[in-house]
Structures are given as C-alpha cells and as structure tokens.
C-alpha cells in the first residue's frame, strides 16, 4: 500500500483585513500519497500559496485538521522530510550558491553538505555557478538553485510555488522532467502550484482552486510532455 505523506480534513485558513475576514482556504479535503506528482491551479489569489505553506507546515489552519502520518511531527518536517522552493527563489543574498544549497543539510543532522549540495545543482545544470551569489544569478538560474536548495536533503515531498515563473517554456520543462526524474528515483511527493498549463500536463493529478476552493481534483492516467 502506498504511505500516505499528508491527510487534511475540512481545512479552513482565514486572515483579518482590513476590510474583514477574508477566508483563502475553506473546506479543503485531501490526502497525498508517496510518489505522486500534484499542480495546483486557479487564478492569482485563489489561495494556492496559502494552501502550499499549510501543506508544509508553515502555517497552520485557522480549523480542520491538518496532519502528516508518513512524515512526522509539525516541528521535525522541515528542512529534512518536506522540501520548500518559494515563489521568488528567496536565496540567502550573503551567501554563495553551494551555501545557499549546503544550508539545508547543515541546518538538519545531516554531513557531506558540500558534496550532496554540487551534486543537487548538478541534476538542474547549475554547478558552474556554484561560486557565485544571488544577486549574479538570473531569475531562471536562481529558480534552478532554489529547486536544487530543495532536494538537497532528498525529503519526502517538495512543496514549489511557481518554480518555473522565471523560465521561458524550454527552460521550465527541462526544470520539471528532471524534479519529477528526481521524484520516481527517491519516491517523493511533488506538489507545484503554478499557473502554466504544459507544467501541470507532466504531473498524474490536477487540483483547480477558486476562491480558495477546489473546483475539480483530477487524476491523471498518464503524465505527458516528458522528455
């Protein structure tokens, strides 16, 4: 049987505004399972982002139940069993790119930080930019090193917002197929919201959100678009 990552039940995360309480997510239901590979779709502010960083335990739910009964506790999931790549890249702009890429593995219980960090910015083409920092990356680069930022530590499931918003669409399928190539050889989950049709297309599951609902949860029988 397939371990099943994350459960969430009538999950509900509301914010005070200004002009009110306004609800991002209400009522979402949902279980992710080893292996599998999940877009998120919906227009800008459907709650997409909220629901990721609930997913990653970044934030929690204002009701419902939110859990992780393959992966852990709340407070032992990241940077080592749930891997992060925030919609801006969000590198370290004091440190380089290994270091960016090493910080993971340093930050959790795990060695060889420099050898697993060259060998994650190789699996997106990046190595040779190891030395560099931030500010000399382009978008599309940083992107590549926030996604290798991610694997670092080979967690269970990767949680993307918009990994390929900087890439043109040659760069931003060469940066899924190798994620999703990434997932089938360890097992991990791969969750991306993004806004990209030919990006969800590669994935066996499609959720489309709106006012921070679902519209449709669809299940892929084939991915396509590989290569």
């Known amino acids: 049987m397939t371990k099943t990552l994350v459960v969430a039940a009538d999950l509900w995360r509301s914010f005070q505004r200004e002009r009110g309480?306004?609800?991002?997510?209400?009522?979402?239901?949902?279980?992710i399972?080893?292996?599998e590979t999940i877009a998120i779709m919906g227009p800008s502010g459907c709650g997409k982002t909220t629901l990721l960083n609930l997913i990653a335990g970044l934030d929690?739910?204002?009701?419902?139940?939110m859990e992780w009964p393959g992966l852990g506790s709340?407070?032992?999931?990241?940077?080592?069993?749930?891997?992060?790549?925030?919609?801006?890249?969000?590198?370290?702009?004091?440190?380089?790119?290994?270091?960016?890429?090493?910080?993971?593995?340093?930050?959790?219980?795990?060695?060889?930080?420099?050898?697993?960090?060259?060998a994650a910015l190789a699996i997106f083409g990046v190595e040779?930019?190891?030395?560099?920092?931030?500010?000399?990356?382009?978008?599309?680069?940083?992107?590549?090193?926030?996604?290798?930022?991610?694997i670092v530590t080979n967690p269970e499931?990767?949680?993307?917002?918009e990994p390929t918003g900087q890439l043109?669409?040659?760069?931003?399928?060469?940066?899924?197929?190798r994620l999703r190539a990434?997932?089938?050889?360890?097992?991990?989950?791969?969750?991306?919201?993004?806004?990209?049709?030919?990006?969800a297309a590669k994935m066996n599951r499609i959720w489309r959100m709106r006012h921070g609902k679902f519209e449709s949860m669809v299940e892929r029988s084939a991915c396509t678009g590989t290569g």
């Open 168 to 177: 043109d669409q040659a760069g931003a399928a060469i940066l899924v197929d």
């Open 182 to 199: 990434w997932g089938q050889q360890t097992g991990s989950a791969i969750i991306i919201a993004t806004h990209d049709e030919r990006v």
């Open 60 to 65: 929690v739910p204002s009701s419902g139940r």
């Open 74 to 118: 709340p407070d032992t999931l990241r940077p080592e069993r749930i891997g992060v790549v925030f919609q801006y890249a969000n590198l370290m702009p004091a440190l380089t790119t290994i270091e960016n890429v090493e910080l993971p593995i340093l930050l959790g219980s795990g060695t060889g930080a420099k050898a697993r960090a060259l």
């Open 157 to 161: 499931l990767i949680v993307a917002d």
């Open 33 to 35: 399972h080893a292996g």
């Open 21 to 31: 309480v306004v609800a991002a997510v209400q009522g979402c239901s949902f279980k």
């Open 128 to 150: 040779i930019l190891a030395s560099k920092l931030p500010e000399q990356l382009s978008g599309g680069q940083a992107e590549r090193v926030a996604v290798a930022r991610a």
